[in-house]
């Protein structure tokens, strides 16, 4: 897999190959980080989460990694497969103060045959 | 499993109608949230509510009103409809304990003519 920002929208890449999506979040007290999946005509997924004690999480097939220094977040998935081919974005928020969350606008991931 | 239920999935409407779009969540949660989600803006919000009766505007408030009468409804109101409101709209819901993902229905794409 190939890392993109969100300034490309788009990555593609090939079934059974790992992929890399990355997040640039901007405000530095958020300290909850989730990445979300949305496939076509559907609502946003819930995929994986981190707090900001943690720099690393892992779940099936994925992980997620934060960098706070850079307040820089990504999330790999290992082994793509076609039903991975979606939009994810990040969001992110804290937990005092507002209850708001704060979308990244996506990266569709094509996984090609 | 969690549910977050928006009552339509596409509406038509005309330039001028009010226009109610309605969510329901099954799981008790204290916030609730209205987004509008637009190729290469992400989502964006227009208002948000974490009590009954209790609401405060988002980033894109104007056009829009809510209403949240009880904890499970939370219901979006466009006074006046306008073509620039042509868009897919997102519910969330999550708990008020901060640090906590938000759960999407479906989205109702709207589309005004």
Redesign the interface.
């Known amino acids: 897999g190939e890392n993109v920002g969100l300034h490309l929208p788009t990555l593609s890449v090939q079934e059974g190959d790992n992929s890399i999506i990355n997040c640039a979040y901007s405000n530095s007290a958020s300290d909850y980080f989730i990445w979300y999946k949305q496939e076509s005509g559907k609502g946003p997924q819930f995929i994986i989460d981190i707090r900001s004690n943690m720099d690393k999480r892992q779940g099936q097939r994925v992980t997620v990694l934060l960098n706070k220094t850079v307040k820089h977040l990504s999330l790999q998935i290992a082994a793509t497969q076609p039903g991975d081919s979606a939009v994810y974005f990040c969001a992110e928020n804290m937990s005092s103060g507002t209850y708001k969350y704060i979308f990244g606008t996506g990266t569709r991931l094509k996984v090609l045959a | 499993d969690v549910k ?1 239920t928006q009552s339509s999935r596409y509406l038509v409407k005309r330039t001028g109608e009010k226009v109610f779009l309605e969510c329901v969540q099954d799981m008790d949660h204290e ?1 609730m ?1 209205w ?1 509008r989600q637009d190729p ?4 964006r ?1 227009i208002y ?1 509510s ?1 009590d009954v009766k209790m609401k405060e505007k ?1 980033d894109i408030p104007e056009g829009y009103s809510v209403s949240r009468e009880k904890k499970e409804r939370f219901s979006l109101i466009l006074e006046s409809a306008s073509t620039n409101q042509t868009s897919m709209y ?1 519910c969330a819901s ?1 708990s ?1 304990q ?10 109702t794409r709207l589309t005004v003519v």
């Open positions: 977050v916030n949230f987004y290469g803006l992400g989502l919000l948000f974490y988002g997102l999550s008020g901060g640090r906590a993902e938000a759960f999407f229905g479906q989205g």
